[in-house]
């Protein structure tokens, strides 16, 4: 029987699957959807969140990977008020990518798959179309039930099944955190285009933000913020037509990526979301990622706390799995404060960027210009340390 049971097959689950593969370890992971589609859109990986994949063997293609340029945030009038080049602050160990997800998940996968001279490999059994419908702690094993009806026992349970976790719910039920709606509803998509983009740029307007970041292979990353009621429905088969009509105007770049969309192009809808506080799980059940502290994106740092959770977890679970009673408060001990300031400055950037009021606008654009840029790139550095440092205790 594997000892340890990881529920979902996200950028979470897969990494911390192809961790304790690396350590030997032989791990089921159960994921609901019952095919992985390469769909999705973009993301950015920082370089605490390339460190770690690094130091767990998950290296992305040179073809997959468009290295990340220069960056500036400005107003729709194309007036910058942040510009910033991390180039130099990144390193072989710890580059900084733009990627497209499918090719993230693709590049996961292989990690959890068979591997040509691995000298001390565990084994990943993958059961896709496979959802936990309810767990119980049975003395020192935890009986998980599916949703098809089957049933089975694990020494150790790994909830990493996103913001609106069945883990976390069957663990602490009204006890856990909740979902909590930022005011701000999201499209984003990849798609190939004419445009080229030197830098990253992401443009603030009035209750509006809109991002554009060169992925390889021609494409670009887009995405499309506006502040809105809670479950505001997406317009359907005009969606192309109404982002263009309520975004285009931002930046000329944008209008014609807009105007260029084919049908084909798959745009996502969804409300923004975090959870309202952090939990780490209980007894012989640990919760990673979403499902623990699902963050805001405005950093683009949330699967990037989970795949530092997956690099802790893999350090930490080889250390307590003969006897896992302490491992929820290690990991905790090693998380919090780390998760706690990342989860706090996401939902505040959040709130600032869509400021309605003119004056506070002109004085939050003028403090952040005011703001020295070696100021900013010493503090992007000190935000990826934690993630660095967990790469070199998985090298060590
Ligand atoms: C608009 C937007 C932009 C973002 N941009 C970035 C970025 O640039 N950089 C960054 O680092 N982060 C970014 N993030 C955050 C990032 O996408 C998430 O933090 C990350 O995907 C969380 O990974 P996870 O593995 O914890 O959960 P998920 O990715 O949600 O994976 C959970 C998995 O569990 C499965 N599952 C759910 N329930 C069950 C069940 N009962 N049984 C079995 N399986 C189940 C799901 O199908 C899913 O595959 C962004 C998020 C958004 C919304």
Redesign the pocket.
Known sequence: MSKVLI???????LTLAAGLKQRGLDVTV????PAFKPVGAG???QPN?TAVLLALDIPLSEAAAAVMGPASFTDAAGRAFMNADASELVTEEAPAWNVHRADLHRALLEACGERSGAARGGAVTLRLG???ASLEERGDEVAVTFEDGSAGAWSLVIG????S??VREALLGDAGPRVRYSGQT?W?FAASTSVTRESSVEIWAPGKRAGLIQLSEGRIYC?LVASAPEGTPGPGSNEVAMLREQFGWMNPDLETLLSELTPETVVHH?D?CDLDGATWGRGRVVL????AH??Q?NM???????IEDAGALTLLITEHLSEPSGLVSAFQSAREARVREVWGLSWRIGQVAHWENPLARAVRNLALRSMPTSMMLKKAAESWQPGIDIARSLRA
């Open positions: 529920v979902g097959a996200g950028i979470g689950g159960v994921e609901r959807a993301i950015s990986l969140a496979t959802a936990v990493a099944d996103g913001l976790s069945t999201c984003r995405y969804g923004l990673m990622g979403d499902a699902a963050v994106p683009g740092q949330g699967a990037a706390m989970a």
